[in-house]
């Protein structure tokens, strides 16, 4: 691949997706976009890349965004944020919502599912408590053929092997084949949607949590920023935004600080809280 290809790709993949690629991950162009190449019957990378360079068709360019998308999740990913979730938050809005009993979740890059999943099947277990409320989780992705795997609830041997308790597998899971497909009922209590961070997050309404996981990472500086304090705007004063393991606010937005004790969750920083109670 010539350095023009390089640039051309990652510029659009910059504009689309919100994806930083440097050099060094040129190689993940070539290995990621071959499929998409035969897909399209392209003789080679080299004909695909002339193809995106002359911006071809928008099914073509969206197959090569939603290649170049890192789609790795897992059930209770990291445990601790679920476990504090479990812990804190949900009592937290059990006492806080009383009077209107309800509230809101968004699972902001939701992939193939297991995020927007592991907080259904920890509502489930709070049912009794939850009678009579109405809880919202929408989960949302860039890639449309992510949130049809997503939607289906259908999941393989080795991803419900990894992180989802035993006693979930059997109670939430029921065997099709040498899949296993996740309950109707959690299917339901979920609202897959595309959607693009870099877009206009209003259009989502207000969150009360938010599930912002294992997707900054891949972007750069501005984008980080732009995306966080939109985010920001989407929350009440007492809302919780939650990052993984290796992402941060700090350097990237004064909008939000760590909940002290509570690593990977965040409020909205007091000077802001402020402000949202007011507008609020
Ligand atoms: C590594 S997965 C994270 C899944 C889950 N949040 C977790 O922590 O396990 C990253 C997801 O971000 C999505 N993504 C990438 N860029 C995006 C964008 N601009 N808007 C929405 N989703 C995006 C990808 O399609 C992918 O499914």
Request: hydrophobic content about 45%; some cysteine.
């Amino acid at each position: 691949m010539n350095v023009t290809d390089f640039e051309i790709i990652a510029q659009l993949l910059k504009e689309r997706s919100g994806l930083a690629l440097n050099k060094e991950k040129a190689y993940l162009l070539e290995s990621r976009l071959n499929p998409v190449a035969r897909k399209w019957n392209f003789s080679g990378f080299d004909e695909l890349a002339q193809a995106i360079r002359n911006r071809g068709e928008e099914a073509l360019l969206v197959d090569v965004t939603e290649a170049m998308t890192t789609n790795e999740s897992f059930f209770f990913r990291d445990q601790k944020p679920f476990d504090q979730f479990n812990e804190m938050v949900l009592p937290y809005l059990l006492e806080a919502r009383a009077a209107r009993r309800s509230f809101r979740i968004w699972s902001a890059a939701c992939s193939s599912g297991q995020e927007p999943y592991t907080l259904a099947m920890l509502l489930k277990e709070h049912a009794d408590k939850l009678a009579g409320w109405r809880v919202e989780i929408v989960a949302t992705d860039l890639s449309n053929e992510i949130l049809d795997k997503a939607k289906e609830g259908l999941y393989s041997q080795f991803e419900v092997q990894r992180g989802l308790p035993i006693a979930h597998l059997v109670k939430y899971f029921a065997q099709v084949g040498d899949r296993w497909q996740i309950d109707e009922s959690l299917r339901k209590m979920i609202k897959f949607q595309q959607f693009n961070l870099l877009g206009d997050l209003s259009i989502l309404g207000k969150f009360d949590v938010v599930f912002c996981r294992n997707v900054l990472i891949y972007f750069d500086m501005p984008t980080k920023t732009q995306v966080l304090n939109g985010i920001a705007d989407r929350l009440p004063a007492d809302g919780f935004l939650y990052l993984g393991g290796a992402e941060t606010v700090l350097g990237t937005t004064d909008r939000f600080e760590i909940m002290q004790g509570h690593r990977g969750i965040y409020s909205l920083a007091s000077a802001h809280a402020e402000k949202a109670k007011v507008a609020s």
